[in-house]
């Protein structure tokens, strides 16, 4: 496996083999080296997305974050999902009373 400019083939087939994934910023990154630090960016990121589609009404953007957290491998799982749930829960009240009390 040639590892690119600089390194000869023989060097690269000596290197342990890393499992490398394509970040969403378009990097190339070792996964377990970033993976840890990235998690918590990603909660309070998702966090603050959910906190802003409940203020703007807007439960398709909460529905997209449960199921992305219920994918395997994404970070900021389980707690974000709860977070998501339970945002989307207030949101079919919200506007289960905003339709009810417009069809009158």
């Given at each position: 496996?040639?590892?690119?400019?600089?390194?000869?083939?023989?060097?690269?087939?000596?290197?342990?083999?890393?499992?490398?994934?394509?970040?969403?910023?378009?990097?190339?990154?070792?996964?377990p080296?970033?993976?840890?630090?990235?998690?918590?960016?990603?909660?309070?990121?998702?966090?603050?997305?959910?906190?802003?589609?409940?203020?703007?009404?807007?439960?398709?953007?909460?529905?997209?974050?449960i199921?992305?957290?219920?994918?395997?491998?994404?970070?900021?799982?389980?707690?974000?999902?709860?977070?998501?749930?339970?945002?989307?829960?207030?949101?079919?009240?919200?506007?289960?009373?905003?339709?009810?009390?417009?069809?009158?």
């Amino acid at each position: 496996m040639y590892a690119g400019p600089g390194q000869s083939p023989g060097r690269a087939a000596m290197e342990p083999a890393v499992e490398r994934r394509e970040h969403l910023c378009g990097r190339v990154e070792c996964v377990p080296e970033c993976q840890a630090a990235m998690e918590p960016a990603a909660a309070s990121m998702l966090s603050a997305a959910i906190g802003d589609a409940e203020t703007l009404r807007l439960p398709h953007q909460v529905q997209r974050i449960i199921r992305m957290t219920g994918r395997p491998g994404v970070l900021a799982g389980q707690t974000v999902r709860d977070q998501a749930r339970a945002a989307l829960t207030r949101l079919d009240r919200q506007l289960a009373g905003t339709v009810a009390t417009s069809a009158r």
